[in-house]
């Protein structure tokens, strides 16, 4: 198993215990992806990710670029559409990544996250990963690090 594999597993690994924690669906041999598409993903998965980065649901929302009438609505109906999995995912994937950088300190993985970072145009690690691309660099320069190249 590549060091690329390990990482996407504890991605998947913090996404479904998110998931487990809203009471959400009961966890079968999906893959995250198929999970996704097939919109079984619970709209209490963002409260998850609130907790995780330690920021209130309103924060998270507008981190995941969805408005609260759009919230509100996915809750009645108990579910996020994919796109908006997608974008949930995308975070839990990136706090993952930090958060196996650190050791599992995850105080220091949020510091990290939340601090203007000069090879992302100053932004913090969680705005600049608002787009797929944006969070591909941030996902590279997590690697950088991890393999000791200066970034």
Same mark, same amino acid.
């Given at each position: ?39 079984? *993903? ?8 609130a907790?995780? #980065? ?8 507008? #981190? ?12 009645r %109906? ?22 196996? #950088? ?5 105080? %220091? ?7 203007? *970072? ?34």
């Amino acid at each position: 198993m590549t060091n690329e594999d390990t990482l996407s597993r504890n991605a998947d690994l913090a996404f479904y215990e998110l998931m487990g924690s809203t009471g959400g669906v009961e966890l079968k041999a999906f893959s995250t992806a198929e999970l996704i598409e097939s919109g079984q *993903v619970p709209a209490g998965v963002v409260y998850g990710l609130a907790g995780c #980065l330690k920021t209130d649901c309103k924060d998270t929302l507008k #981190l995941l670029k969805i408005s609260r009438s759009t919230f509100y609505r996915r809750k009645r %109906s108990g579910v996020l559409n994919s796109d908006e999995a997608y974008r949930v995912y995308r975070y839990v994937r990136l706090y993952a990544l930090i958060h196996t #950088l650190f050791h599992g300190d995850a105080d %220091s993985a949020l510091e990290w996250l939340n601090k203007p *970072v000069y090879v992302l145009g100053s932004k913090t690690p969680l705005q600049h990963a608002e787009t797929e691309r944006g969070a591909h660099e941030v996902e590279t320069l997590i690697g950088r690090i991890q393999h000791g190249i200066p970034s």
